[in-house]
């Protein structure tokens, strides 16, 4: 499924035209990707992750669960990693004028590698155990074509129409696909720009 290098960018945009006649952000960013964050085990891939996105002002129509802000972003990756397309809710917690933090939650689609060949099989040459267990070994298999996106954010609101944010996107099935549960994490800053009221 690398298609969804072809498929990220037409759905960012389908959303974005509509969108941007509504208030909410639109952000653009550079991550360091597939980190050790404590829960990923961040040594599979290289490159940079470029992470572009839209996000809704805080919705009344969500009151009942705080007013989050929906996201839709697409992160791509610089040198033939995973690339993901990702949906959620962010909830903003003001710190004061200028300074928030705002975790998320979404789930995700990406075109990774899902279920690499076990070595253990039966009836494979030493030749094809030994390949396979070389491919576990060095790439980034995700278990799960759909996973979880929990994130984390902490702002800078430098005018009222631009803001920095310091950015951590993890991508895991939470072990629900099996106890093999790599993950992915990316770290980075976006800038974000504001259009419409926000509330």
């Known amino acids: 499924m690398r298609n969804l290098r072809l498929i990220a960018p037409l759905s960012f945009a389908i959303v974005l035209a509509p969108a941007t006649a509504l208030a909410g952000e639109a952000f653009v960013g550079v991550y360091a990707h ?24 805080a919705l009344d129509e969500l009151g009942f669960i705080g007013r989050p802000r929906v996201h839709l972003l697409a992160g791509a990756n610089t ?4 690339n993901y397309l990702a949906t959620g809710l962010a909830w903003r917690f003001n710190l004061n004028r200028q300074l928030y933090i705002q975790p998320g939650l979404g789930v995700a689609i990406h075109d990774g590698h899902v279920n690499l060949p076990s070595p253990d099989e039966p009836g494979l040459t030493p030749e094809e155990r030994l390949r396979r267990i070389e491919a576990r070994r060095n790439r980034l298999d995700l278990n799960s074509r759909v996973l979880f ?3 984390l954010s902490v702002g800078w609101r430098a005018t009222s129409r631009l803001s920095l944010e310091l950015s951590w996107i993890h991508l895991s099935h939470g072990r629900l696909a099996g106890r093999y549960n790599p993950g ?15 509330r």
């Open 79 to 82: 040198s033939d990693g995973v």
């Open 34 to 57: 597939d980190v050790d964050d404590g829960i990923s085990y961040g040594r599979f891939e290289d490159g940079a992750q470029i992470v572009a996105g839209v996000r809704t002002t």
């Open 184 to 198: 992915v994490a990316d770290v980075g800053l976006r800038v974000l720009y504001r259009y419409g009221l926000d």
């Open 149 to 151: 996106e929990p994130e």
